[in-house]
């Protein structure tokens, strides 16, 4: 299938995800994860329709971003290191892996030398994997708190990453715990503005994270295409 028939069949899953669960489809965000593909992949996305891009890896989103950022979105979605925040800020207009304290204090300086709020989500490892990134669950409300500090960032929402099962099923209580995270931070008042989005839900378990109250989907493989992203799925 070419990338028009994978976003007409993702965009029916989407619509029966939805209306298994009462949701509107208008919730729904997606993200075209990018990363590992060509520049011929990120103008067929734009000019697609998506308007959403995500990207990983600093280095190999420069060229990218160069050539097509008036036309998109971007959102850096993979782990970031202190030393590449000078090259995130005022590009990308979504973080979403704000998981440290060392981050957050960059972020702030950065943003603030260039006048600038960035939108975050605050990264939790819900599922305890020690090779995924993310705030445990236990020092979430802590962290969050330092946060609501910080003048430069708004925290828009939470992330996390479910573990790869083959029955996408056995990802339903990751998703449903970030949830209840969200309603109890914004349950807290933890920020004087309420925090309303959830990132989560992959190719392989995007459908559930939809029941379960995602708004944002980073879709890579089952959009862009498995021989774009050599054999890297997301």
């Known amino acids: 299938m070419n990338l028009q028939d994978r976003l007409f069949t993702v965009e029916h899953r989407i619509r029966e995800a939805c209306g298994r669960c009462g949701r509107?489809?208008?919730?729904?965000?997606?993200?075209?994860?990018?990363?590992?593909?060509?520049?011929?992949?990120?103008?067929?996305?734009?000019?697609?329709?998506?308007?959403?891009?995500?990207?990983?890896?600093?280095?190999?989103?420069?060229?990218?971003?160069?050539?097509?950022?008036?036309?998109?979105?971007?959102?850096?979605?993979?782990?970031?290191?202190?030393?590449?925040?000078?090259?995130?800020?005022?590009?990308?207009?979504?973080?979403?892996?704000?998981?440290?304290l060392s981050l957050m204090k960059e972020i702030e300086k950065k943003a603030a030398d260039l006048n600038v709020v960035v939108n975050c989500f605050i990264q939790v490892n819900v599922s305890g994997e020690e090779s995924k990134q993310g705030l445990s669950p236990e020092a979430f409300f802590s962290f969050a708190q330092e946060v609501a500090r910080m003048k430069q960032i708004r925290v828009v929402g939470l992330m996390t990453m479910a573990p790869y099962e083959l029955d996408a099923e056995a990802t339903r209580p990751v998703f449903r715990e970030l949830k209840r995270l969200r309603d109890e931070l914004n349950a807290r008042d933890i920020f004087f503005y309420p925090v309303e989005h959830l990132s989560m839900g992959m190719s392989n378990d995007f459908e559930v994270a939809i029941e379960e109250g995602a708004t944002w989907l980073r879709l890579g493989s089952v959009l862009v295409g498995k021989e774009s992203i050599q054999g890297k799925e997301a």
Do not use: C
């Not at 011929?40 to 950022?69: N, P, Y």
């Not at 979605?77 to 979504?94: A, M, R, S, W």
């Open 24 to 100: 509107s489809e208008e919730e729904i965000q997606i993200i075209a994860v990018t990363k590992y593909t060509t520049m011929e992949t990120v103008e067929q996305v734009l000019l697609s329709g998506i308007g959403h891009v995500g990207e990983s890896r600093t280095q190999e989103a420069q060229s990218k971003w160069e050539a097509f950022h008036p036309r998109g979105t971007w959102h850096f979605i993979g782990h970031l290191q202190t030393n590449k925040v000078k090259d995130v800020i005022g590009k990308f207009e979504y973080i979403h892996s704000l998981d440290r």
